[in-house]
């Protein structure tokens, strides 16, 4: 499989099973998809099909180049993964481990932001802090499932984890204490809203945590219409010297400034750009995922703007980079010399399975996004999973059980989506959420528009 696409004056054409690239003249390009099914055509057959527009000698070099990296297997490769995907299925299913875990430390939020997923903190349920001893048998759980897995994700996600910032640190305590003789190391991530951040947590974030997520929508008038305090009052004001503060302090690593923007602001480019005129270089802006009856909720009318600001922000990066101003934009983060392994490539998160969220009480669901939905209940950490049914439709949940991901050229990259918004669209895991989808493929074309501007010019 192919894909083929024009992007800021580029040629690009990406082989969608080998995973290269090619960034090619006007020649090649037509030629490629030509012979796409008719390597063996002689230059005056391919002459006369690409309208006599080239001559004969400019077609006779290009095939010859096409013809060259088809042997290389760099171009018109087959379908390697499919096969693969039975024993991966197969052996998901036999022997689950698990090697992340999203902790609710606080099912409640100092916030009312309007497109919260987490209805202010709840979850659809009762508010709630993870109490210690359910947060130690959570690390048990994790610890006790992971195999022979060293690394081991833990996420302190809210509603806002700082309400309970204590358990945090003596969870944090006790994870570390336990490394050495499980032969386990622990990655502690906080998601925070800012407003309790301070200096006391910053520092300890500082120390123990691997990764820090600031949320912030972008532009003042933006945030404070999506992220109100209870009273109504933005709090853009209050946590944008907090943020600031936090990513100098971490020499602008490991942390991301992480939005979401909405029907709102569709020119989110702006919001992107505003937050790294602020001085962060770590920032991921997302679409927001909402019941379409929701005024906030992103439309297919959207689309042609959305995608365009994908074009406007790509154009920007890389002329930001080019004057030395380092701009990371998570979206546009992609690997087209190692990248993710087989099996993220075909499972991506692994929610259900490798990936799990543990309420304040204690019990698993296969993600943050399924916390409250009494379906996906799977089970508790203090007893398990008592749901393996479900367990096992999420150990099959990949790229090839999805019917809308098989001719997709961006499978390999977003890994099937996510299944909370294939569920939350469609009402089934292995469906897939529209619009996410357009998106997905444009963010998949600029970051490779990205890195053939970057490195134009490098071989001369």
């Known amino acids: 499989m192919i894909h083929q696409y024009k992007n800021n004056g580029y040629n690009i054409v990406l082989d969608v099973y080998s995973g290269a690239v ?55 490769t087959s379908d390697g993964y499919e096969p693969y995907v039975r024993d991966f299925v197969k052996n998901r299913h036999i022997d689950p481990v698990v090697k992340a875990m ?36 959570a690390l048990d759980y994790l610890v ?35 490394e050495e003789e499980k032969n386990k190391k622990f990655r502690f991530t906080l998601t ?37 305090l209870a009273g109504g009052q933005g709090s853009y004001d209050m946590i944008l010297p907090k943020f600031k503060k936090a990513a100098e302090s971490r020499n602008q ?27 962060f270089e770590q920032i991921s802006v997302e679409p927001v995922v909402a019941d379409p009856k929701e005024d906030y909720a992103l439309k297919e009318s959207d689309l042609p703007v959305l995608l365009e600001q994908y074009d406007i922000l790509a154009r920007e990066v890389i002329k930001r980079l080019k004057e030395g101003r380092f701009i990371n934009f998570f979206h546009f983060m992609i690997d087209l010399e190692g990248g993710p392994c087989v099996a993220k490539r075909l499972s991506g998160c692994g929610s259900g399975g490798e990936y799990l969220a543990v309420t304040p009480w204690g019990d698993i669901y296969p993600c943050h996004q399924f916390v409250g939905e009494e379906e996906f209940l799977m089970g508790n950490v203090f007893e398990g999973i008592k749901n393996t049914t479900l367990r096992d439709d999420f ?48 963010r998949v074309e600029c970051a490779i528009m990205i890195k053939a501007a970057l490195s134009d010019g490098e071989d001369e």
Not at 54 to 73: M, N, P, Q, T
Not at 154 to 172: C, H, Q, R, S, Y
């Open 102 to 137: 999203c902790l609710h430390i606080a099912h409640d939020c100092n916030l009312r932001c309007k497109y919260c997923f987490a209805e202010e903190g709840e979850y659809h349920g009762r508010r709630a802090l993870m109490s210690f001893e359910v947060g130690k048998a």
């Open 22 to 76: 090619h960034v090619v003249d006007d020649v090649t390009y037509e030629l490629i998809s030509i012979m796409e099914n008719n390597i063996d055509l002689s230059d005056e057959e391919l002459y006369e099909k690409t309208g006599q527009k080239f001559s004969v000698e400019e077609i006779s070099e290009a095939a010859e180049e096409i013809r060259e990296l088809k042997k290389a297997e760099k171009l018109y």
């Open 253 to 279: 690593t490991n942390y991301y400034v992480r939005g979401t923007y909405t029907h709102y602001n569709t020119d989110f480019a702006r919001d992107v750009l505003h937050l790294h005129d602020l001085g």
């Open 192 to 228: 925070t809203n800012g407003m309790l951040l301070n200096d006391e947590v910053l520092e300890f974030a500082n120390k123990e945590c691997g990764n820090l997520v600031l949320s912030i929508d972008g532009r003042k008038e933006v945030h404070d219409r999506m992220r109100p």
């Open 144 to 178: 006790e499932h992971s195999g022979n897995r060293v690394n081991l994700e833990v996420d302190f996600f809210g509603g806002e984890p700082l309400m309970n910032f204590d358990v945090v640190k003596k969870l944090v305590e006790y994870g570390r204490s336990i």
């Open 395 to 442: 150990s099959k949940c990949n790229v090839y059980s999805k019917p809308e991901c098989k001719d997709c050229f961006a499978k390999f990259y977003c890994s099937g989506g996510c299944a909370a918004n294939s569920y939350h669209s469609t009402g089934n895991i292995n469906g897939n959420y529209k619009i996410g989808c357009d998106l997905e493929r444009k």
